[in-house]
Every structure is written in structure tokens, then in C-alpha cells.
């Protein structure tokens, strides 16, 4: 029989690795990063139960960091083989990693500043540099046509809907002759979300494997634009700002497509709406280049004279620390977009601590606004 072993996205929800055994051979699914308390970001440091240098393929369902954030490491630690995905993957893979890398630099930086580690000097998990060697062992595989990798695994990827690339596997294990399919499920994105193609369902497995973050929540009832329109109204009458804490990779873009489709329909008046995040305007630009991943209406939007949905009317993309300081200045209503999503860092915070003392301005927040198209 065919093993499966779980290295992580047991019992949390981060730190994704599935290794998958089969005539000796081995796979591992997706190669994620543990996130979010100490205790489980500790477990980063924690030996593989596996040596790195004995699995032959890594493959992946998608580019968030709790699902590739662990492949600096592990070829760091020994790994030398392949590490498949579809293109618009790896693409994200060459932002996402060296920002990664970058963050534990810094980690590592202020632990020693401060003068707390296990680790002495304090080490990084893995470096910039790592991370961008780590690139050069990427293979394309077909965005949805089956692929061999072996005689024992043969991989068809489906669409997910979560982010660009992302994908749920169909994976076919043969040993001795037999064969068992298994389904893993990535992260799963909602049906009718604007820009990507919805998830597509499954119709066969032996075995399905099925990661459920949110799987225990309802999504709040009650129109996202409806909601965004009002904030943006409300608080530009005010002669207010609106904040909003957005994630680089996906929230970004679609709230761009309903900024810009609100701004079409003359529901929202025309401000400037300022991306304050050079991570948010890149990765803008791989959703604008991938056109297998957008879905029917997003296709039909860029064909017919809509070059750019993902474009506001006044748009401003700020990627120096400068431009950054330089929203300041304005003073008229305006939308800024930046990162983190969470508020645990970067920009935001300074907008947030700029603007939300003018009881004129607002904050979309990530709980209610956002986490209506989670
Ligand atoms: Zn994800």
C-alpha cells in the first residue's frame, strides 16, 4: 500500500507537507511554512522526521507561504530534486520566497539586537540568498493536462479558485500494478468571486484529503459591494480617508475589481486610491498576465475595450518608502490599500495611526469587509 504521512497542517492549519511513499519512491505534496504564535513558528526549527536529501519530488498546490515557505529550508538541509508547479506558481513562488527570506533576516536581526535566541549568533530559517536558489529547481507542469512524474505518480491539477495558480491535485499512486487516487485539496476558494475561474469540484477519489481552515464558519450574509460602496460614500462625504489592511496576494486585486466596477457603475465617486504595497503591485501584475486563470466575465471585461479592471480611474502604486511618506500630504479623500493584511507590520500601520485619529476617516476592516469573500 501506498503511505501517507502528514509533516505538518495536523492539528493547525499551517505548515502544509503531505509525504506520500509508494515503491520506495518519494513525494512530498506542498512544502509549507508554520505560521502565527511562537510555538508553532518553533516548529520550523524542528528536524524533518525525513531526510530531505532522500525525497525525489516536491509538488505544489499553490504559492502561499504555509505551502512553499519550507522550500529554502529544505534545500538548504539537503534537498536537490525538482519542485513542480504550473507557471503562474512559480511566478508568485519569485516574489513570495525572498520576501519570506527577507522577514526571517530581520527576525533574526532584531533577536540579536535585543539579544534573545536559542541560536547564537541568531540565525535566520533560511536566508534571501537561499531562497533564490531555491528558484532555479522549479519545473512547469500543465496548468490543468495530466503529468507523469514517475512510474509510481502521475498528477492532474485542477482549478481551486483560491488565488492565482492555485490548484487542487487529483494524484494517481501505482505500486505493484495498483492504483490509488488520491485528492488533495490545497485551499479551496468560494463560487462567484470576481477575477478567478471557481473552483472546479471532484468527482472521484479513493482518498481525499481536505484542508479546512474556515470550514466551520458561515460567510456573513449581505453584498460585499453594497457594504465597500457605503464606506467609501459614507466616509468621502465626511471629507474622511478610507484605510484598508489588505493581503498582497488575492484581497488586493479583488478589491481593486470592486473599487473600479463600483467607480463604472457611478456608485462611488472618483477618488484617488493609492497601493501602498510594491509586493500588492507586483503581484497585480501576474493576476493581469495570467489570462488561463481568469474566469468568463473577467475575459469578457479585458476584451472588450476594458484593458484594465483591476485599475481604478485614479490609481496611484507607491513602491518607494518616499512616495509612501508622500500620502501623506493628501489631504482631500482618498482609499489607501496596504499591506499586512493582518496589521502586524509593514505600511499600514502608519496609515492607520496617521489617519484613524480624524474621526473622519474609516477603516474597511479585514473581519467584516473581507471576510465576506474569504
Ligand atoms: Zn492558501
Request: hydrophobic share 35%.
Amino acid at each position: 500500500m501506498p503511505k501517507i504521512t502528514f509533516l505538518g497542517a495536523a492539528r493547525t492549519v499551517t505548515g502544509s507537507k503531505y509525504l506520500v511513499e509508494a515503491e520506495g519512491k518519494k513525494l512530498l505534496v506542498d512544502c509549507g511554512l508554520f505560521e502565527g504564535s511562537k510555538e508553532l513558528k518553533q516548529r520550523n526549527w524542528e528536524k524533518l522526521p525525513i531526510d530531505p536529501a532522500a525525497i525525489d519530488w516536491v509538488l505544489l498546490t499553490h504559492a502561499h507561504i504555509d505551502h512553499t515557505g519550507y522550500l529554502p529550508r529544505l534545500a538548504r538541509d539537503g534537498y536537490r530534486g525538482p519542485i513542480y508547479s504550473n507557471a503562474a506558481t512559480h511566478e508568485l513562488c519569485e516574489l513570495l520566497l525572498p520576501d519570506s527570506a527577507h522577514l526571517q533576516e530581520e527576525d533574526a536581526e532584531y533577536a540579536a539586537r535585543k539579544g534573545y535566541s536559542a541560536h547564537k549568533p541568531p540565525l535566520p530559517l533560511y536566508t534571501v540568498e537561499e531562497s533564490q536558489a531555491t528558484l532555479n529547481q522549479f519545473r512547469a507542469i500543465p496548468r490543468a493536462d495530466a503529468f507523469a512524474i514517475s512510474p509510481q505518480f502521475s498528477v492532474r491539477p485542477h482549478d481551486a479558485g483560491h488565488i492565482l495558480g492555485s490548484s487542487w491535485l487529483e494524484l494517481t499512486i501505482t505500486e505493484n500494478g495498483k492504483q490509488t487516487l488520491v485528492v488533495f485539496s490545497g485551499d479551496v476558494g468560494r463560487y462567484d468571486q470576481p477575477i478567478l475561474k471557481d473552483p472546479e469540484s471532484p468527482t472521484r477519489a479513493d482518498f481525499l484529503l481536505c484542508e479546512s481552515t474556515y470550514g466551520d464558519r458561515d460567510h456573513p450574509p449581505g453584498s460585499v459591494e453594497d457594504e465597500l460602496a457605503d464606506i467609501v460614500n459614507r466616509t468621502a462625504k465626511r471629507g474622511g480617508s478610507v484605510v484598508i489592511p489588505s493581503f498582497a496576494v488575492g484581497r488586493t486585486q479583488t478589491l481593486m475589481y470592486y473599487l473600479r466596477k463600483l467607480e463604472e457603475q457611478q456608485r462611488i465617486p472618483h477618488l484617488p486610491v493609492f497601493v501602498d504595497s510594491p509586493m500588492a503591485i507586483n503581484v497585480t501584475g501576474l493576476y493581469m498576465s495570467h489570462h488561463e486563470d481568469h474566469d468568463a466575465d473577467f475575459t469578457k471585461q479585458e476584451t472588450s475595450g476594458n484593458h484594465d479592471p483591476l485599475n481604478c480611474h485614479e490609481v496611484h502604486m507607491t513602491r518607494t518608502v518616499e512616495d509612501s511618506k508622500k500620502i501623506n500630504d493628501v489631504v482631500t479623500p482618498c482609499i489607501i490599500i496596504s499591506a499586512s493584511g493582518m496589521i502586524t507590520g509593514g505600511r499600514i500601520k502608519h496609515h492607520l495611526a496617521r489617519r484613524l485619529p480624524d474621526s473622519r476617516s474609516s477603516s474597511a476592516s479585514t473581519s467584516s469587509l473581507v471576510g465576506k469573500w474569504k
